[in-house]
């Protein structure tokens, strides 16, 4: 059986919750910028996030280095190559360093050639990508890598001795042995002696140094010194970003995330039009969510079920017409996705439950399908279970590719794999990836003595007491504050994300009606009302399995961990709930 999830009050600090005071924030937002971060440091930039916040590049490791690398290339006759990862991350990192160098500085666009790697070869610089970029006709000046290269020295080295310069960016951890030695420079603040924000995504990472570029430009004459800046690029930087699950609670992601909404929801971009027609999020603006569920996901659904150009093209689109023709294709691949997804998705559930006891501390799930969907499947299987979890697909080729995610705040999936290389140098055909996502490629041989090391290397880093879920609340809400306004009132800590959690309340109420809804009627539609006495609508996702009992009845009193949020039906708005977790309470 699963275990129930501890529910705990978010950790609240009393300084921060009176500094947000002075800084005019009501006690509700006070309370929950006090739930989410624990020093009155970098305040203001948190709560109120502006570009002009952002840490300065100078403060990145070698990006002067690589800048005067790129103007070279920009001023050379030469082929300019962008190597980037296949995710959406990786797609924004493309399209970040093509309008830079096409739109900004001026580069012809017969001179870039953009190389994205397939997700069924594997991440990084792989071979593939190799012979790719050796098969290119014209001298190539430099290769750009964006959101992936510092663990692909093999690779870097190969083009190299061919007599192409490799410069890298990446954000990604880096490998015991450090930097590529064959590349002529690398960028990712991981390395040591960086003293730039850890947390930010590839995409921001590769911003940073064009905006180096443009300046390097500036001062050799190649540019006017008024040339416009870098900024509007956020407007896709913030894409990344976000797809890329990386700390929100870092002003610099914050002031990005933020500025890139402001660019996304004046709608003058193509990509963006495109989107607002097929899908215009009921009339609100478009937030850190609907980036994430509606167009990372779609973004990604390229990579992994047809073409990932699809999603470069889509970005890259010159009118609305055009883009939305990539946008119906991404889209479809997004049904087919979602078909495979949940195929594979009951076949990993089966297997889990075998190998799933109450003392384990981690789960190593072997599928067939496609590989593509894996990483979803260890989101999943992981959040149901509360365990770090890694799926592997059969490539058919001896290989199996592996997707893992940390689930557990404690756990880092990096350093687990690095643990597990070191007890068998032959276990790994390559990893990578961060603390609480990660990617490998292992020997299908060695599946049982990879499950064997994951389930170790989890509990070295957890200790003696296996993990148990945990569901975070930001306390209760009285029934004046259950309005359709609250919405807008919590829309001021925007952008919600990793380590700055959407606002998550609890509270007891009672079941007036419950309807079985959704195809496989796993879905509760509800009406609830407070112990006081209010009426409110609530939603609760994937409440049972198929095929179950109902475990709720009308006329019970349940206890409810909940995300506030808005019904439109019929020309009226709503508040409604979306329930995270629900149980019966026991009255006396």
Excluded at 183 to 192: H, L, R, W, Y
Aim: glycine share 6%; aromatic share 8%.
């Amino acid at each position: 059986m699963i275990k129930t999830p501890n529910i705990v009050p978010r950790p609240f600090s009393q300084p921060v919750f009176d500094a947000c005071k002075q800084l005019g924030l009501s006690d509700l937002q006070a309370r929950l910028v006090a739930q989410r971060k624990q020093t009155t440091e970098s305040l203001t930039e948190t709560v109120f996030p502006q570009l002009k916040h952002i840490q300065h590049p100078d403060a990145l490791k070698n990006s002067r280095q690589a800048a005067e690398l790129i103007a070279d290339a920009i001023q050379s006759d030469g082929v300019l190559v962008l190597a980037t990862d296949y995710d959406t991350d990786g797609v924004t990192s493309a399209w970040v360093a093509m309008t830079a160098l096409v739109d900004f500085f001026k580069v012809p666009s017969s001179r870039v050639e953009h190389v994205i790697g397939e997700r069924k070869s594997g991440y990084g610089i792989t071979d593939e990508v190799c012979e790719r970029i050796l098969a290119i006709p014209n001298p190539v000046s430099l290769v750009i890598s964006a959101d992936q290269g510092s663990s692909d020295e093999p690779r870097i080295r190969r083009l190299k001795e061919a007599g192409i310069k490799v410069c890298v960016t990446d954000h990604h951890q880096m490998p015991v042995e450090g930097a590529p030695e064959s590349a002529e420079c690398t960028v990712n603040p991981q390395q040591t002696g960086c003293e730039y924000d850890k947390t930010v995504a590839g995409c921001f990472v590769i911003f940073l140094v064009m905006t180096q570029v443009r300046q390097v430009l500036i001062e050799r004459g190649y540019l006017d010194a008024n040339s416009p800046s870098l900024k509007t690029l956020a407007l896709n930087v913030a894409l990344g970003t976000i797809a890329d699950s990386v700390s929100l609670q870092s002003p610099n992601n914050r002031a990005i995330v933020r500025a890139g909404l402001q660019l996304i929801n004046q709608f003058d971009n193509p990509a963006w039009q495109a989107m607002k027609v097929l899908n215009d999020n009921q009339g609100e603006a478009f937030n850190a969510e609907y980036l994430a569920f509606q167009v990372a996901t779609r973004i990604n659904a390229a990579s992994r079920v047809s073409d990932v150009t699809t999603a470069f093209h889509f970005l890259n689109a010159a009118d609305p017409d055009t883009a939305l023709g990539y946008l119906n294709q991404l889209d479809a691949d997004n049904q087919e996705r979602r078909a495979q997804q949940q195929s594979m998705l009951q076949d990993a559930l089966q297997l889990a439950k075998q190998r799933y006891h109450d003392q384990k501390f981690s789960l190593a799930i072997p599928l067939q399908g496609n590989a593509g969907i894996q990483g979803i499947i260890a989101t999943r299987i992981g959040e149901k279970f509360g365990l770090p979890t890694v799926a592997l697909t059969d490539l058919e080729d001896g290989f199996l590719a592996g997707s893992g995610r940390g689930i557990v705040p404690d756990v880092d999936l990096r350093q687990a794999f690095q643990w597990m290389s070191e007890q068998d140098a032959d276990l790994f055909r390559s990893m990578g990836g961060h603390k609480g996502a990660a990617g490998c490629m292992i020997p299908i041989g060695k599946f049982e003595i990879f499950e064997s090391l994951f389930e170790q290397a989890v509990q070295l880093q957890l200790g003696d007491a296996p993990p148990t879920p945990t569901l975070e609340t930001d306390g209760e809400l009285e029934d004046h504050q259950l309005v359709p306004e609250l919405i807008e009132h919590l829309s001021v800590l925007e952008p919600f994300g990793r380590e700055w959690p959407q606002a998550t309340f609890s509270g007891e109420f009672e079941i007036v009606h419950l309807k079985e809804v959704g195809q496989q009627r796993n879905h509760f539609s509800m009406r609830l009302r407070s112990l006081r006495g209010k009426p409110i609508q609530a939603i609760y996702f994937n409440a049972k399995q198929e095929g179950a009992p109902t475990p709720f009845q009308a006329g019970e009193r349940v206890y409810c961990v909940y995300q506030p949020g808005l019904n439109h039906f019929a020309g009226r708005t709503q508040l409604q709930l979306k329930i995270q977790w629900m149980h019966k309470q026991n009255i006396n």
